[in-house]
């Protein structure tokens, strides 16, 4: 059972999952708990188990989650995609749309944060025009979230442009 902590842990354990599922989508091979080994331990108990309970459950349904992405995302499938980037999405959908753990304008804040942070120049945008896109199909009449981060993160135009690589 995840208990309720404080955001900066759980915004913590994000960076560290982010990190850990991109090192997973470039070291084919490589198990999740092997991932967790190899990277530096935390102090924190609760950020480490909160980081390998979203690496582990976004990582064993990527393919799911991928499969969301490319029905709603035209012209860009994830393999094409940055692996930052594709990491963010990945979190962030079976954060909020596949385990309910927290609202879905949260998450879509939080992985365009991270998309800024550790992707490329316009990895925020990209991340948030998919994710809106995907919102938006599932839930036509709005999220339960109903918050003013919805409103901000959620593109009205429905336009994506994938970042360069660079």
């Known amino acids: 059972m995840i208990r309720t902590f404080l955001p900066q842990k759980r915004h913590r354990s994000r960076e560290m999952a982010l990190q850990l599922l991109y090192s997973l989508d470039l070291r084919r091979g490589q198990t999740p708990e092997q991932a967790l080994e190899l990277f530096p331990a935390e102090d924190d108990p609760e950020i480490q188990e909160y980081a390998r309970i979203l690496t582990c459950g976004a990582w064993e349904r990527r393919r799911e989650i991928d499969d969301l992405i490319r ?6 499938r994830p393999e094409r995609m940055l692996a930052v980037d594709r990491a ?3 979190m962030a959908i079976f954060e909020s749309v596949m385990s309910n753990m927290i609202p879905i304008p949260v998450a879509i804040s939080e992985a365009v944060e991270l998309a800024k942070t550790f992707g490329a120049e316009e990895s925020g945008k990209f ?21 003013e981060a919805k409103e901000q993160e959620l593109p009205h135009d429905g336009t994506e442009t994938p970042p360069a690589d660079s």
């Open 71 to 76: 029905e709603h995302v035209t012209g860009w």
């Open 88 to 90: 963010a999405l990945r």
């Open 127 to 147: 991340v948030n025009g998919v994710l809106g896109r995907i919102v938006r199909a599932l839930y036509p009449e709005g999220t339960d979230g109903g918050s």
